[in-house]
């Protein structure tokens, strides 16, 4: 059937179901602006890991000393995107949990009645299979991001999940993501009323973005609270004239280092991204 959801006040129409809500589940988190509902396993898949064996399970040397400047109080823009805590530092627990996926669902950019379906968002270690691991890029709101609209006063970036995690403390604290960032394109940007917006690339219409690197060419990588998530979005290569042979879908994320995100993904995308323009 080509009606695939319905409004609340809506009959129905052939086999078509509404989408299952993650809003209405009791263990789901709900964003700040209550249009994005999230729900993690209540098993986790890596359970109780000491920091240094989530560090090694995932490659990330960077996991601690991010935690450290994350609990230390020390926003990203007070530090400068600097990395201030060291490398060893004392954090407040011993242990995480971790999880390899997480589910999201939003509120649809067309009608806020209706819920756009649930969709997956994966972090695997990296593994004989994926040297690489795996992880699905988001949009997030954080500070050191861009505005997209002159209606809204968020600033957003891209963001590649690395690794899903939640510190085990007494009470629990809420749920976590190592994420890797990337920068729209300095070269695609407005002035409106005194106000820099990023805008999509002109006649193909979506944004430009780039890995965000440290001055050693090491990828900027922080963390962030999980329900700081806003959309799912789908990054393509720009690949050129010429295509490496080398590249495949589990190693284009790795090898580029400037992508579109893709505002047709599907029409709810479209209407989410481009809307905030």
């Not at 299952?20 to 999230?38: G, Y």
């Not at 995107?81 to 669902?105: D, T, Y």
């Not at 690339?201 to 900027?220: D, T, Y």
Request: glycine fraction near 4%.
């Amino acid at each position: 059937m080509w009606i695939s959801a319905a409004s609340p006040d809506e009959r129905l129409v052939g086999h078509a179901a509404p989408p299952k809500s993650v809003f209405h589940n009791p263990r789901s988190q709900v964003s700040s602006d209550h249009n994005t509902a999230f729900l993690l396993t209540c098993q986790p898949h890596l359970p109780c890991l000491s920091i240094d064996e989530a560090c090694a399970a995932f490659s990330m040397d960077d996991l601690r000393a991010a935690l450290g400047d994350f609990f230390s109080g020390r926003s990203y823009t007070n530090r400068n995107g600097r990395r201030i805590a060291a490398p060893n530092c004392s954090l407040p627990f011993s242990h995480v949990h971790m999880w390899n996926k997480f589910r999201i669902q939003q509120r649809s950019a067309q009608n806020p009645l209706s819920l756009r379906p649930a969709q997956t968002v994966e972090a695997h270690p990296p593994s004989p299979a994926l040297p690489f691991g795996r992880g699905n890029t988001v949009l997030i709101v954080h500070e050191s991001g861009e505005l997209i609209s002159i209606d809204d006063d968020k600033r957003y970036l891209v963001a590649q999940v690395r690794a899903i995690l939640q510190p085990v403390t007494d009470p629990m604290s809420p749920p976590l993501i190592y994420v890797e960032f990337f920068n729209f394109s300095n070269t695609h940007f407005v002035n409106m009323d005194g106000i820099c917006i990023a805008v999509p690339a002109p006649k193909i219409e979506m944004f430009v973005v780039q890995r965000r690197l440290r001055s050693n060419g090491q990828r900027l990588g922080d963390v962030v609270r999980l329900d700081d998530v806003r959309d799912v979005v789908q990054l393509v290569p720009k690949f050129g004239g010429k295509v490496s042979p080398s590249v495949t879908r589990d190693n284009s994320l790795e090898i580029g280092q400037e992508f579109y995100v893709n505002s047709f993904a599907d029409k709810e995308v479209f209407h989410a991204i481009l809307s905030y323009q």
